[in-house]
């Protein structure tokens, strides 16, 4: 089975809550700030990150809260570059709870906004969705 979610932020929104003093040791890893710095710190990185953590947390089926915080979700480059999800604390334990196995995430960038979408593949048969039918019959409903 998989789980997905898939979050879009404005990245001036995030340039704005940069300023903030803590913010950015609140929301990111030591390890993810390296990454940033390393990178030349842009808000389009922050931003896309910050996407990242929200698109997991939504695949998570809990967003932020207790279950997990951003900071608990570390988005991090392989050895090519691809973003690759670590999870501690209470956003592991809930990945842990759902069956979730692996995890795949892509980040973009355009201009004003980015982008992210995280899919999480459990062991689990199903789906965690429930779908409507295509078509419905006349005073049918879901």
Known sequence: M????????KIARIERLRQEE????????PAELAVAEKRGAR???FAGRWAAKEAVAKALGCGFG???????IEVLPDEKGA??????GAAAETAADAGILSWSVSI?????????????ETGRTGSACRHAPAVR??????
Not at 2 to 9: E, H, L, N, Q, T
Not at 22 to 29: A, H, K, L, T, V
């Open 83 to 88: 973003p690759q999800v670590r999870l501690s």
């Open 66 to 72: 207790k279950d997990c915080s951003p900071a608990e």
């Open 137 to 142: 019959k006349k005073g049918e409903t879901t």
């Open 108 to 120: 973009s960038h355009e201009k004003d906004y980015a982008t992210a979408m995280a899919v999480a």
């Open 2 to 9: 998989y789980r997905c979610g898939i979050d879009i932020v």
């Open 43 to 45: 808000a389009e990185f």
């Open 22 to 29: 803590g913010f950015r040791e609140r929301i990111f890893s």
